[in-house]
């Protein structure tokens, strides 16, 4: 079966930088379309960066452009989330998703039919 599974999280100052990891298996990597999103106390989760299958396209929040950058290793399976530049605004949990062809470019989280477990981001001052 599909497993999504995060890490690299943890609490980092101000303009501090982090890189998530996602390892997935259980299915043909490649051909997925792969999405972070986040989720804040008491906020709704949102799309914060995704990722064509090929890595050609790609798609940000505007609350991270130039901050974040999404990329993927088809070889080793696995999604990685670039934070640089962190603030506190940033603090979540942060998911991997995962979609099957025929999937799309999206930051809406219906898009996804896969999701890892969380890595929590702590962005202090």
């Known amino acids: 079966q599909v497993q999504l599974v995060e890490s690299g999280g943890g609490s980092v100052q101000v303009g501090g930088s982090l890189r998530l990891s996602c390892a997935a298996s259980?299915?043909?990597?490649?051909?997925?379309?792969m999405g972070w999103f986040r989720q804040a106390p008491g906020k709704e989760r949102e799309g914060v960066a995704a990722?064509?299958?090929?890595?050609?396209?790609?798609k940000y929040a505007d609350s991270v452009k130039g901050r974040f950058t999404i990329s993927r290793d088809n070889a080793k399976n696995t999604l990685y989330l670039q934070m640089n530049r962190l603030k506190p605004e940033d603090t979540a949990m942060y998911y991997c998703?995962?979609?099957?062809?025929?999937?799309?470019?999206?930051?809406?989280?219906?898009?996804?039919?896969?999701w890892g477990q969380g890595t929590q981001v702590t962005v202090s001052s």
């Open positions: 998703a995962a979609d099957l062809p025929p999937c799309r470019l999206t930051l809406i989280q219906s898009g996804y039919r896969y």
């Open positions: 990722l064509s299958p090929g890595g050609a396209s790609t």
């Open positions: 259980g299915y043909t990597y490649s051909r997925s379309c």
